[in-house]
């Protein structure tokens, strides 16, 4: 899972756990490594998350912008047989906390990666 752009970012999984740069380093998920920029100069602006850990999966990753502008998250998921299936977003954030939701799956022979945009709290309490 990568994560490019000028934010901030982490991975959350459904225990809460998180594994990334978001108001600070964690790196709480069991199975989840991240590679990132990190010295005194350079903010980290491209992430990648790597999982040892095969099977359907699902995690929320949390991006905040640091300055407006674009972010690309792209998702690969490869099978058993060398098969890889990928996912990619595009967005422009402006302030706040942006969510997706992320998912994959592979088997022997097929995979399935997903990346669903979760809208604000204050637009589903309406």
């Known amino acids: 899972m990568r994560v490019s ?3 901030e970012a982490a991975m959350v ?3 809460g756990r998180r594994t990334g ?4 380093l964690a790196e709480d998920i069991p199975g989840c490594r991240l590679e990132a920029i990190a010295d005194d100069v350079a903010e ?7 999982f040892l850990k095969r099977g359907d999966e699902s995690y929320r990753l949390l991006v905040e912008p640091r300055t407006e502008g674009e972010v690309e998250i792209s998702v690969t998921a490869s099978c058993l047989n060398m098969k890889l299936c990928a996912a ?3 967005s422009t954030l402006n302030e706040g906390e942006y969510q997706w939701r992320l998912s994959w799956r592979a088997a022997r022979d097929s995979c399935h990666v997903a990346i669903m945009p979760v809208p ?3 637009a589903v309490a309406r």
């Open 5 to 7: 752009g000028d934010v």
């Open 13 to 15: 999984d459904n225990r």
């Open 120 to 122: 604000p709290k204050s």
């Open 21 to 24: 740069r978001y108001h600070g």
């Open 44 to 50: 980290p602006q491209d992430y990648t998350f790597h």
């Open 88 to 90: 990619r977003a595009d």
